[in-house]
């Protein structure tokens, strides 16, 4: 298992340098000239070259892909247009999105979970129809218009909650819905799925053959096997949320890395871009590797690293 | 007993007088929190080149001179200033008794150690000022002079730009190498004093309680980061926030029904035009540009499209700026518009087309507006293919250079304190793309001419004239399609007072209270 871990977390190496290259060629292939948009519109035509020069802008690829990289090693990329390390933006605001995320996976695991194991449990019915049907609409409503609306009635109208922004315990909770929703049906529908087909297999079966309760069934048999694959889809959708909150960010002023990534396109922040997405690489192999791990916890006939 | 009635009636009188005046005294105490669509870049003044940094560095930082909310120039830590005859001298006397928040003092060391500073940086404005200034000069601890390098009709709203703020001496000493460290350790002399800044999340400021000008009302304030304008609106309703620009005009009717909250429409001297490429066959043709200009109805586009939320251009600088000329928008007369474009060849057998280029959600309806015009001047002929693109994509369009440059027209807005600068700038044949702002090559030796007797006409009134036959020129030669004026929207929680919108995008809420 260690040597598992330990051939993973080299092969991030490769995988950063890959990266780097990938998200460097894509930021330059980007129509726009970051000199004259971090100039600003009233720039004078000095200050554009000022600021090509200042920033090697006007140097052939490969030496700016050099500088770059010359400057990761050393840890001292700074952003185009603050000028500070990229670090000094990128890590608090991946804090704050690592916050919100957790929030929103523990509450949409559990919801989702909950649900669906419901939904499995009492498959055709009345039940399962309300809460696949729920699950539907959780998938299909905007991001945008869901957070919206509950700022409009738990926010102005209600007054229970604030409108967005960081601050309290009580700023995280819409987002955190929010951004939730619809991963929430997804896990549901997953659950639901699973445990329908390991209601199917022949142990389960035998196990009512045999006289057990059907409560000690589902949750000592059915629940254990349903919910491996569940953790994979927990982990993947996890590692999407990270780096996929740039709407529920904006829209509730949630200063996130996902809406700081967003905004330096805009702004061809290249450097920033650049880090940033070489950073959300990054802690997506580590969540893999987390969920693998986790796996093999939870199953007994999976072992890593052995012949 | 006639005297005493009278002394009692005087006294009834002024007590009355003290009682409905004191609910309007302002009052210390309190916080305000304003909600911005977007963070600030840096606090180093002379690095600033976009307006969130500048609304945040008004309140820590003063200059020398400064606008007030009409754009006239007004003394700040200079208590009056002197001009030489030739216009190359500046002399200003110094407030005695001002200390930077770390504890330096203002004088005139303070003031040259800025501009050495600046002029000898590598800072995004360093150009601006490098270009005009020859030397600073300290005459005595309160005394400083400017020479110049040639006569400067603009340079006291150069030092009225945020961008010549007064630095603390010990700051520049510290911070001076590093531009990026600078930016987050603001010191200047102003109303409020710097205390934190959380990236993409918020600034924080307090009262300077040793304020030469006096203690402000506010005890804090606290500049908020939230993108999404409707999220802002929906802030200041439940009280999370309380105030905020950028609101959504189709928001405007119901907030105005909102009675926790005030909406106020306000001026602001941004311009929309459609600029023309004058280079390009057939509009290089005069009539073609004037037909364009006769084919649409402005009124009506200020009025549906923009919904009251702005008035069309009399003249390319906006009414706003000293030095406007009111010469007269083109009226709408499609008649007149089909006229032109037959003498220019152009009819049903031989259409005129042309692409409309147009960015999406950088300006107020910009899509929209494209789109509207589109639609007029179908009515004359005229097939518009309009082409919405991404800003930056957009900006790389426009400024690809005279052999590259392959637009029709262009929508574009432009915001300026300076009317010889909207001149200089996008009018001036040498100040062309790849580097310069004039996108549609227009090019009248007349007009360069009077912008360089601008630049250095000492005598406002010889400035006036000049500026005044300027846009006499330009709006005849029609290198633009002279669109509108746009205006801004205000939501403030009821109860606050005091503050100051300046029309150049700065909310003011140095003087700001709360009456309650």
Same mark, same amino acid.
């Given at each position: 298992?260690?040597?598992?871990?330990?051939?993973?977390?080299?092969?991030?190496?490769?995988?950063?340098?890959?990266?780097?290259?990938?998200?460097?060629?894509?930021?330059?292939?980007?129509?726009?000239?970051?000199?004259?948009?971090?100039?600003?519109?009233?720039?004078?035509?000095?200050?554009?070259?000022?600021?090509?020069?200042?920033?090697?802008?006007?140097?052939?690829?490969?030496?700016?892909?050099?500088?770059?990289?010359?400057?990761?090693?050393?840890?001292?990329?700074?952003?185009?247009?603050?000028?500070?390390?990229?670090?000094?933006?990128?890590?608090?605001?991946?804090?704050?999105?690592?916050?919100?995320?957790?929030?929103?996976?523990?509450?949409?695991?559990?919801?989702?979970?909950?649900?669906?194991?419901?939904?499995?449990?009492?498959?055709?019915?009345?039940?399962?129809?309300?809460?696949?049907?729920?699950?539907?609409?959780?998938?299909?409503?905007?991001?945008?218009?869901?957070?919206?609306?509950?700022?409009?009635?738990?926010?102005?109208?209600?007054?229970?909650?604030?409108?967005?922004?960081?601050?309290?315990?009580?700023?995280?909770?819409?987002?955190?819905?929010?951004?939730?929703?619809?991963?929430?049906?997804?896990?549901?529908?997953?659950?639901?799925?699973?445990?329908?087909?390991?209601?199917? %297999?022949?142990?389960?079966?035998?196990?009512?053959?045999?006289?057990?309760?059907?409560?000690?069934?589902?949750?000592?048999?059915?629940?254990?096997?349903?919910?491996?694959?569940?953790?994979?889809?927990?982990?993947?959708?996890?590692?999407?949320?990270?780096?996929?909150?740039?709407?529920?960010?904006?829209?509730?002023?949630?200063?996130?890395?996902?809406?700081?990534?967003?905004?330096?396109?805009?702004?061809?922040?290249?450097?920033?871009? %650049?880090?940033?997405?070489?950073?959300?690489?990054?802690?997506?192999?580590?969540?893999?590797?987390?969920?693998?791990?986790?796996?093999?916890?939870?199953?007994?006939?999976?072992?890593?690293?052995?012949? | 007993?006639?005297?005493?009635?009278?002394?009692?009636?005087?006294?009834?009188?002024?007590?009355?007088?003290?009682?409905?005046?004191? +609910?309007?005294?302002?009052?210390?105490?309190?916080?305000?929190?304003? /909600?911005?669509?977007?963070?600030?870049?840096?606090?180093?003044?002379?690095?600033?080149?976009?307006?969130?940094? +500048?609304?945040?560095?008004?309140?820590?930082?003063?200059?020398?001179?400064?606008?007030?909310?009409?754009?006239?120039?007004?003394?700040?830590?200079?208590?009056?200033?002197?001009?030489?005859?030739?216009?190359?001298?500046?002399?200003?006397?110094?407030?005695?008794?001002?200390?930077?928040?770390?504890?330096?003092?203002?004088?005139?060391?303070?003031?040259?150690?800025?501009?050495?500073?600046?002029?000898?940086?590598?800072?995004?404005?360093?150009?601006?000022?490098?270009?005009?200034?020859?030397?600073?000069?300290?005459?005595?601890?309160?005394?400083?002079?400017?020479?110049?390098?040639?006569?400067?009709?603009?340079?006291?709203?150069?030092?009225?730009? /945020? =961008?010549?703020?007064?630095?603390?001496?010990?700051?520049?000493?510290?911070?001076?190498?590093?531009?990026?460290?600078?930016?987050?350790?603001?010191?200047?002399? +102003?109303?409020?004093?710097?205390?934190?800044?959380?990236?993409?999340?918020?600034?924080?400021?307090?009262? =300077?309680?040793?304020?030469?000008?006096?203690?402000?009302?506010?005890?804090?304030?606290?500049?908020?980061?939230?993108?999404?304008?409707? /999220?802002?609106?929906?802030?200041?309703?439940?009280?999370?926030?309380?105030?905020?620009?950028?609101?959504?005009?189709?928001?405007?009717?119901?907030?105005?029904?909102?009675?926790?909250?005030?909406?106020?429409?306000?001026?602001?001297?941004?311009?929309?035009?459609?600029?023309?490429?004058?280079?390009?066959?057939?509009?290089?043709?005069?009539?073609?540009?004037?037909?364009?200009?006769?084919?649409?109805?402005?009124?009506?586009?200020?009025?549906?499209?923009?919904?009251?939320?702005?008035?069309?251009?009399?003249?390319?600088?906006?009414?706003?700026?000293?030095?406007?000329?009111?010469?007269?928008?083109?009226?709408?007369?499609?008649?007149?518009?089909?006229?032109?474009?037959?003498?220019?060849?152009?009819?049903?057998?031989?259409?005129?087309?042309?692409?409309?280029?147009?960015?999406? +959600?950088?300006?107020?309806?910009?899509?929209? /507006?494209?789109?509207?015009?589109?639609?007029?001047?179908?009515?004359?002929?005229?097939?518009?293919?309009?082409?919405?693109?991404?800003?930056?994509?957009?900006?790389?369009?426009?400024?690809?250079?005279?052999?590259?440059?392959?637009?029709?027209?262009?929508?574009?807005?432009?915001?300026?304190?300076?009317?010889?600068?909207?001149?200089?700038?996008?009018?001036?044949?040498?100040?062309?793309?790849?580097?310069?702002?004039?996108?549609?090559?227009?090019?009248?030796?007349?007009?360069?001419?009077?912008?360089?007797?601008?630049?250095?006409?000492?005598?406002?009134?010889?400035?006036?004239?000049?500026?005044?036959?300027?846009?006499?020129?330009?709006?005849?030669?029609?290198?633009?399609?002279?669109?509108?004026?746009?205006?801004?929207?205000?939501?403030?929680?009821?109860?606050?007072?005091?503050?100051?919108?300046?029309?150049?995008?700065?909310?003011?809420?140095?003087?700001?209270?709360?009456?309650?």
């Amino acid at each position: 298992m260690l040597r598992f871990i330990i051939r993973r977390l080299l092969l991030l190496i490769p995988i950063l340098i890959g990266v780097s290259i990938v998200s460097f060629l894509m930021v330059h292939l980007i129509p726009g000239d970051p000199a004259r948009i971090l100039a600003g519109q009233n720039a004078t035509p000095e200050d554009v070259l000022a600021i090509r020069e200042r920033f090697g802008l006007d140097k052939p690829l490969t030496i700016q892909y050099f500088m770059f990289m010359k400057a990761l090693i050393s840890g001292n990329v700074k952003s185009l247009r603050t000028e500070k390390n990229v670090m000094e933006e990128i890590l608090p605001r991946f804090l704050n999105t690592l916050q919100l995320s957790l929030v929103s996976i523990i509450i949409s695991a559990t919801m989702g979970i909950f649900f669906g194991i419901i939904a499995g449990v009492k498959r055709n019915t009345w039940v399962d129809n309300l809460v696949m049907g729920f699950s539907l609409f959780g998938v299909s409503m905007p991001v945008f218009w869901l957070g919206i609306l509950l700022m409009l009635i738990f926010a102005v109208k209600l007054g229970w909650l604030p409108a967005g922004g960081k601050g309290t315990w009580k700023h995280i909770i819409l987002p955190a819905i929010t951004l939730g929703m619809a991963t929430s049906a997804i896990i549901a529908r997953m659950t639901r799925a699973n445990i329908l087909q390991v209601f199917h %297999q022949d142990y389960i079966r035998t196990a009512y053959a045999f006289g057990i309760s059907e409560r000690k069934i589902i949750y000592k048999y059915v629940l254990k096997n349903a919910l491996i694959p569940i953790v994979t889809v927990v982990g993947l959708q996890f590692g999407y949320l990270l780096g996929g909150a740039v709407l529920t960010e904006s829209v509730f002023g949630w200063p996130g890395v996902g809406r700081l990534i967003a905004d330096s396109i805009f702004t061809r922040d290249y450097t920033l871009i %650049q880090v940033g997405v070489m950073f959300i690489a990054v802690i997506f192999v580590l969540i893999n590797l987390l969920v693998d791990f986790t796996y093999a916890i939870l199953d007994p006939r999976i072992r890593y690293g052995q012949g | 007993m006639r005297k005493r009635t009278w002394s009692l009636v005087i006294l009834l009188v002024s007590l009355s007088f003290l009682l409905i005046f004191a +609910g309007e005294a302002p009052k210390y105490g309190g916080k305000v929190i304003y /909600t911005m669509g977007t963070d600030a870049k840096t606090l180093l003044p002379p690095h600033i080149n976009d307006s969130p940094s +500048g609304e945040v560095a008004r309140h820590i930082f003063e200059g020398l001179v400064e606008y007030d909310e009409k754009l006239n120039i007004k003394p700040l830590l200079a208590e009056k200033w002197e001009m030489s005859n030739d216009g190359l001298t500046y002399t200003f006397y110094l407030r005695k008794g001002v200390k930077f928040h770390d504890g330096t003092d203002f004088n005139a060391q303070a003031v040259k150690k800025t501009f050495d500073f600046i002029i000898n940086g590598k800072l995004r404005r360093t150009n601006i000022y490098k270009k005009r200034i020859k030397e600073v000069e300290i005459v005595d601890d309160y005394t400083v002079r400017f020479h110049l390098k040639a006569p400067f009709s603009d340079f006291l709203n150069y030092m009225a730009s /945020t =961008n010549a703020d007064i630095l603390s001496p010990k700051a520049i000493e510290k911070y001076g190498d590093d531009y990026g460290e600078f930016g987050k350790y603001p010191v200047g002399t +102003g109303p409020f004093v710097f205390v934190e800044w959380k990236p993409g999340e918020k600034i924080v400021l307090k009262a =300077n309680e040793n304020y030469w000008g006096g203690r402000p009302y506010l005890d804090e304030i606290e500049f908020r980061v939230t993108p999404e304008d409707v /999220t802002r609106a929906l802030q200041i309703q439940s009280g999370d926030a309380h105030v905020t620009t950028r609101v959504p005009p189709v928001m405007y009717n119901a907030l105005k029904k909102d009675p926790r909250v005030v909406i106020e429409r306000v001026p602001e001297t941004r311009v929309i035009f459609l600029g023309i490429n004058t280079i390009k066959k057939p509009l290089d043709d005069i009539r073609v540009r004037r037909a364009l200009n006769y084919a649409i109805d402005k009124e009506k586009i200020c009025k549906v499209v923009l919904q009251g939320m702005a008035f069309p251009l009399k003249s390319p600088i906006s009414e706003l700026l000293p030095g406007h000329y009111p010469v007269g928008a083109y009226p709408y007369d499609p008649k007149k518009a089909k006229e032109l474009l037959k003498e220019a060849g152009f009819d049903e057998n031989h259409k005129l087309k042309l692409e409309l280029a147009t960015p999406k +959600g950088r300006y107020l309806m910009d899509y929209q /507006t494209a789109l509207a015009i589109q639609g007029m001047l179908k009515e004359v002929g005229v097939e518009i293919d309009v082409r919405p693109m991404e800003w930056g994509e957009y900006i790389n369009y426009l400024f690809a250079g005279r052999e590259n440059a392959k637009y029709d027209i262009y929508l574009l807005g432009w915001s300026d304190t300076l009317a010889s600068n909207v001149i200089d700038r996008l009018f001036s044949s040498t100040n062309v793309p790849p580097l310069g702002e004039n996108i549609g090559f227009y090019s009248n030796p007349k007009v360069d001419e009077l912008i360089e007797k601008i630049s250095r006409a000492i005598d406002p009134k010889k400035k006036d004239e000049y500026l005044a036959e300027v846009q006499k020129i330009i709006m005849a030669d029609a290198p633009w399609i002279f669109l509108h004026n746009v205006q801004e929207l205000i939501l403030y929680r009821k109860g606050l007072k005091g503050l100051i919108w300046h029309s150049s995008e700065f909310l003011d809420l140095r003087k700001a209270w709360w009456d309650k």
